[in-house]
């Protein structure tokens, strides 16, 4: 056994004095691990009738399915008001968050979520991209991966449109598009049952309203999130 002397002399110092030379090593296990932060997606939608809302909830499961991503949940704010939606039959909004555009550069990555007005998105989202004008100028959001996922009211009522014109803001912003491609197997050539969703993201039919998602709507909604996490995690792991 040797020690290294505190006191400077050559005199042995008391005991209290000895380092013990196991105490000078520090194995890679007891090395300091660096932190590495969760990875944070928001889930951002606009939901009239609750079936992009039903979606949204079953992607934030896929999301939080992957170990060290956490979703959050936020709605884009109404453009109309109470008299005319309840004049259109539409329920109470629900009491999720309402987010604001700066808000936005907070997540690691974004999965966007709207019904479909004439092929393209509903107004009240685009609304709240058309606010979103300062973080452009400043390409706050420009690599952040996003998604997209859509309502329809019909088969031919914009299962692809919807989500091609959306990705024109995507691209603006300097975003990464995410889609699933064909990732979710056998789901994605489901022909005996009516299924919505594309390769551009998850997606339902609302037909006249009566119409929830269905098991393997919601099915790929869970795929959805947990796909866009693990690459949302890859992308902040490599950043």
Known sequence: ???????????????????????????????????????????????MYGHVEKLAHEIKKGVESVEGVEAKLWQVPETLSDEVLAKMGAPGRSDVAVITPNELTEADGIIFGFPTRFGMMAAQFKAFFDATGGLWKTQALAGKPAGIFFSTGSQGGGQETTALTAVTQLTHHGMLFVPIGYTFGGGMFEMEKIKGGSPYGAGTYAGDGTRQPSEIELGQAFHQGKYFAGITKKLKQVA
């Not at 040797?2 to 380092?19: K, R």
């Open 1 to 47: 056994m040797w020690a290294i002397y505190l006191n400077g002399t050559s005199h042995s110092p008391p005991l209290q004095h000895y380092i013990h030379p196991i105490h000078l090593l520090t194995t890679s296990h007891e090395r300091e691990t660096p932190f590495i932060a969760m990875a944070k997606v928001y889930i951002v939608y606009y939901s």
